[in-house]
C-alpha cells in the first residue's frame, strides 16, 4: 500500500479555508482515496483546548514564545496522533494550515527567528512537511473586512492590518522558495473560481502521484 499524502490549507483571515477545504477534501474521495480532514491548532484533544487558548481574547499577556510553543505543543500531538497514523494506513489529510503558518504568523508576525521555528519543525512535528500546500491569498484589508463581517473577532483577528501584511508577505516568500510544494490561489474571487483552482491543483497533484508510483 502507498503512503497517503498530507495536504495543507494555508492564508491570511478571511481567504475562505472553510469552503476551499470541504472541495479538497470532496475531491480527493471522489478520485477513489481515503481521506480525513483536521486543523491546526486543534484536531486532538489537546490540540482543540490549546486553540481554545491561544484564540481566547483573555490571553492578552501571551508571549510570543509561548504562542510559538503551543502552536507546536498543538502539531506535536496532531502529528502522532493523527497524521503519521493515517499517512503510513495509506489515507489522505487535509489539514487547515500546518507549520507554514508558525512561520508566517509566529515568524514574521512575531519576530520569532526562522532557525528556531525549523528547530521546532524538525523534532516537534518530526520532519513532516506536506506535500502540497494551497496558498489562498487575499489582500489584508478585504481578508480581514470578510472575517469581521463573519462576527465576534478572536485574539489573532484583533490584530494590526501590519501584522497581517507581514504575515501576507512571508506565506508568499516561502511559495516563491518552494514554488512546487506551495501552490499560490488568488482569493480575492468568488467561492466558485477558488473552488475551480483548487479542483484543478488537487487533480494535477494526485496525477502526478499516480504517475509516480
Ligand atoms: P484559523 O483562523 O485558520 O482557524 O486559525 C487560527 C489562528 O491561529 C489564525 O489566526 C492563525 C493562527 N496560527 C498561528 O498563529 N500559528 C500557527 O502555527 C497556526 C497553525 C495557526
Redesign the pocket.
Known amino acids: 500500500m502507498s503512503r497517503g499524502a498530507l495536504v495543507s490549507l494555508e492564508?491570511g483571515?478571511g481567504a475562505g479555508?472553510s469552503s476551499a477545504l470541504a472541495s479538497l477534501r470532496e475531491r480527493i474521495e471522489a478520485r477513489g482515496l481515503g481521506v480525513i480532514a483536521t486543523?491546526?491548532?486543534?484536531g486532538t484533544p489537546l490540540g482543540e483546548a490549546l486553540?481554545a487558548l491561544?484564540?481566547d481574547k483573555a490571553q492578552r499577556g501571551l508571549c510570543a514564545e509561548s504562542?510559538l510553543l503551543l502552536?507546536?505543543a498543538?502539531?506535536a500531538q496532531l502529528v502522532r496522533e493523527i497524521v503519521e497514523p493515517a499517512l503510513a494506513a495509506g489515507t489522505w489529510v487535509v489539514t487547515?494550515?500546518?507549520?507554514d503558518?508558525?512561520y508566517?504568523?509566529?515568524g514574521a508576525?512575531r519576530g520569532q527567528p526562522a532557525a528556531r521555528i525549523a528547530e521546532l519543525e524538525r523534532w516537534a512535528a518530526n520532519g513532516l512537511v506536506p506535500d502540497l500546500t494551497l496558498l489562498l491569498d487575499v489582500p489584508v484589508a478585504l481578508g480581514l473586512a470578510r472575517a469581521h463581517g463573519r462576527g465576534e473577532v478572536?485574539?489573532?483577528?484583533q490584530e494590526q492590518a501590519s501584522f497581517f501584511e507581514r504575515v501576507r508577505s512571508a506565506y508568499r516568500e516561502r511559495a516563491a522558495v518552494e514554488p512546487r510544494r506551495i501552490r499560490v490561489i488568488d482569493a480575492s474571487r468568488d467561492i466558485e473560481a477558488v473552488r475551480a483552482d483548487v479542483v484543478a491543483a488537487i487533480d494535477a497533484f494526485v496525477d502526478l502521484r499516480a504517475g509516480g508510483s
Do not use: C, H, I, N
Not at 478572536?154 to 483577528?157: C, H
Open positions: 492564508g483571515e479555508k486543523r491546526e491548532p486543534g486553540r491561544v484564540l504562542e502552536m507546536f498543538s502539531r487547515d494550515r500546518f507549520t503558518a508558525s508566517a504568523y509566529q508576525g478572536d485574539r489573532f483577528e
